[in-house]
């Protein structure tokens, strides 16, 4: 009888202990998916929680370059590059809807905008500036990928001798076209010796005028003729990284991002092979 009694009274310990922890559990699913939509709401550039974003993808991960590497496969090379353009073009936005369109392969961690626009100091190569590094990878290639804050830090990794790029997205917003930065960072960018440069004009949601469109990119391949680029040849992708950064306009979008990382899977990991060879 006592034995039975002891039975008893320890099924009942257990009972409520797994009933206090499954209850604590949804509790607290509950409160951090609560304070991610608070935060999104608050600013849309952070992005929903991962199931969100996994569902607001759904359709075009056969035009994603997907990530995973199969057994077969032979191993990814790593690719080095930075953003580079004239200040408030657009470059952390891009920075940050990358790892967005990223995410939903598993090529990449999101890392929201302003976790990038206002980084602390950190080392590049044995360099330090202001920059946020964010890592992903796609179907050809990994990247480490340098965001510097401002100009200067810009500045000091293209002109120090210990950092190595293999290559770098030139950020031009449809706005405004080249700018003084934009010179500067091209002519920086050859000095170094950076092979290879792909173009992301963007901002196109602002501007309407086909024509004007056409003139910035015109403007863009003559500066990098000038300065030792084959303009003609180098890569021009128009879009909007603010809209595939919040989910709208896919066509200007997250379409012109996808655009952008097969166009960086072809040229620099490309460029990287031949100058290997
Ligand atoms: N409408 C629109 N605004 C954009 C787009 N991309 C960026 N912006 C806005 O332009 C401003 C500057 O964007 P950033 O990404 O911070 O520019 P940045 O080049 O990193 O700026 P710095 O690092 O300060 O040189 C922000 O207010 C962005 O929201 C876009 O595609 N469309
Ligand atoms: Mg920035």
Do not use: W
């Not at 009942?12 to 999104?40: M, P, R, V, Y």
């Not at 004239?86 to 995410?103: D, Q, V, W």
């Not at 996808?258 to 990287?272: C, G, P, V, Y």
């Amino acid at each position: 009888m006592a034995n039975c009694l002891r039975s008893a009274i320890c099924l009942i310990a257990i009972s409520i202990a797994a009933t206090t922890a499954s209850l604590s559990q949804s509790t607290s699913t509950h409160t951090s998916e609560a304070q991610n939509k608070g935060a999104q709401a608050k600013n849309p550039t952070r992005g929903g929680s991962p199931s969100e974003l996994r569902k607001e993808f759904d359709g075009i991960s056969d035009v994603i370059p997907q990530t995973r590497n199969r057994p077969s496969q032979q191993p990814k090379p790593t690719i080095r590059v930075m953003t580079l353009g004239h200040e408030s073009h657009g470059k952390s936005t891009l920075t940050a809807a990358i790892t967005k369109i990223l995410y939903q392969t598993g090529g990449a961690k999101f890392v929201p905008y302003d976790d990038i626009d206002n980084p602390p100091e950190i080392e590049v190569q044995g360099i330090k500036v202001a920059a946020t590094q964010v890592e992903y990878e796609t179907q050809k290639a990994r990247y480490i990928h340098i965001d510097c804050h401002r100009h200067p830090d810009n500045t000091k990794l293209l002109t120090s001798k210990e950092v190595a790029m293999d290559g770098a997205i030139l950020v031009v917003s449809a706005q405004d076209g080249p700018m003084p930065q934009t010179r500067e960072h091209i002519i920086l960018a050859r000095e170094k010796g950076v092979k290879s440069i792909v173009v992301y004009i963007t901002k196109v949601d602002l501007v309407d005028d086909v024509e004007l469109l056409a003139l910035v990119e015109l403007e863009v391949r003559e500066l990098l003729t000038r300065y030792g680029f084959n303009g003609k040849e180098v890569p021009v992708i128009r879009g909007s990284a603010l809209m595939a950064l919040v989910g709208k306009r896919d066509d200007i979008g997250k379409k012109s991002v996808i655009e952008l990382l097969n166009t960086m899977d072809r040229h620099f990991a490309e460029s990287k092979k031949e100058r290997r060879r």
